[in-house]
């Protein structure tokens, strides 16, 4: 029996992607709009917690699977992108409240640094909007702070890697 995403009885492992798109890469990945500078895909969710928000793409973990394997699963699933699996990011929990102060949800996440390797942007099932925007003017999609600053690090990890 899985664990219930609402009131869970304790917290569910999630797994969530910076995906970097070079302008080049954006064409080949099916997307219309020309990048004149590196963007980051992200997702607009379908599903409680955070339906009709931005954010990065991921799911949770299923049994069995490793962290890296649910990465690169949950994000076919949502953004039609095959990816390579990159560097570690950022290990964070998102805690929900209800009104009661009760916790509706609670992730421990894992957020990855990848990058597309193939497939055409599209959204899945699990959300309702996929786009790739530009890291250096998130405002218009009104992310989380923690997303914000997630991304952030992610860019610089980026950065690090290549000079």
């Known amino acids: 029996m899985g664990a219930n995403r609402e009131y869970p009885t304790r917290p569910i492992v999630g797994v969530g992607a910076i995906i ?9 990945a099916g997307w219309t709009k020309t990048l004149a500078t590196p963007g980051i895909v992200l997702v607009r969710r379908r599903f409680e917690p955070l339906a009709g928000e931005w954010s ?23 953004t039609g992108l095959v990816i390579e699996v990159g560097p ?17 949800f609670h992730y421990v996440l894992v957020d990855y640094l990848c990058r597309a390797q193939s497939g055409c942007l599209v959204a899945g099932s699990d959300v309702s909007d996929v786009t790739i925007a530009d890291p250096r003017d998130l405002a218009p999609f009104s992310l989380a702070t923690i997303t914000r600053t997630v ?7 980026e950065s690090s890697l290549k000079g």
């Open 20 to 28: 970097i798109i070079q302008p080049a890469e954006a064409a080949q």
């Open 56 to 78: 990065l793409p991921g799911g949770k973990v299923e049994a069995g699977e490793t962290l890296e394997a649910a990465t690169a699963r949950e994000i076919v699933e949502e």
């Open 88 to 104: 570690l990011v950022e290990v964070l929990d998102r805690i929900f409240r209800d009104d009661d102060g009760r916790v509706q």
């Open 151 to 157: 991304i952030e690090k992610a860019v610089r990890l």
